[in-house]
């Protein structure tokens, strides 16, 4: 009885810590897709792009965790969401990078951005609380989809690291082909998070 109690109560906080994840990533991608065309930052579209699918994975993950409450813990998963926003990922890197050489070879210069720098901000703040509560959860009650989704709130961290020295440097000291470079680390770590999640998938 006890055990069941404590799953129970295990999957209300992973319940509440992800419909938290899922309004913060509307947030993050509506500001961060805005804020990049204003200031035509490659760096902040890639950043949002990513937040597009992230917010796609974390609604796959909170259907999950409501079907286990409603079902008692008996659910089998589902890979047909994982399938797409796999794909998602892999049409994303060709889309922000052939767009990001073409705006650069046409010489188009990055604007700074207050509202990028203030949302790349929350999300250094907010993501790593975020991916430890998740795993926390996740490795307590043995809900594997919540674990999983740690790992990609860790990434969104990095990437808002990336994205926030770069919207710092052009802000302070109009270094606007940082920008490029932060958009072009963020590409790196939305394709290590592709390959993890086909990988995943195929386990």
């Known amino acids: 009885m006890g055990s069941s109690l404590q799953q129970a109560a295990l999957l209300r906080r992973g319940l509440t810590i992800e419909y938290i994840s899922l309004v913060w990533m509307i947030v993050e991608c509506l500001v961060a897709l805005s804020a990049g065309l204003l200031a035509s930052s490659f760096a902040l579209l890639a950043f949002g792009g990513d937040s597009v699918i992230e917010l796609i994975s974390s609604w796959t993950v909170l259907s999950y965790l409501r079907r286990m409450k409603t079902s008692g813990g008996d659910v089998e998963e589902n890979h047909s969401t994982e399938w797409i926003t796999t794909i998602l990922l892999f049409l994303l890197i060709p889309t922000i990078g052939f767009g990001m050489i073409d705006s650069y070879l046409a010489g188009i210069v990055p604007e700074s951005s207050v509202l990028g720098i203030g949302v790349a901000i929350a999300a250094v703040i907010g993501m790593p609380v975020l991916a430890v509560e998740k795993k926390r959860i996740g490795s307590a009650g043995n809900l594997l989809p919540l674990s999983i989704d740690a790992i990609e709130s860790w990434t969104c961290f990095y990437m808002s690291l990336a994205l926030l020295v770069g919207l710092l440097m052009n802000y302070l000291w109009k270094i606007w082909w940082v920008d490029y470079v932060a958009a072009a680390v963020i ?17």
């Open 187 to 203: 590409l790196v770590f939305v394709l290590r998070e592709a390959l993890e999640a086909l990988e995943e998938i195929r386990s």
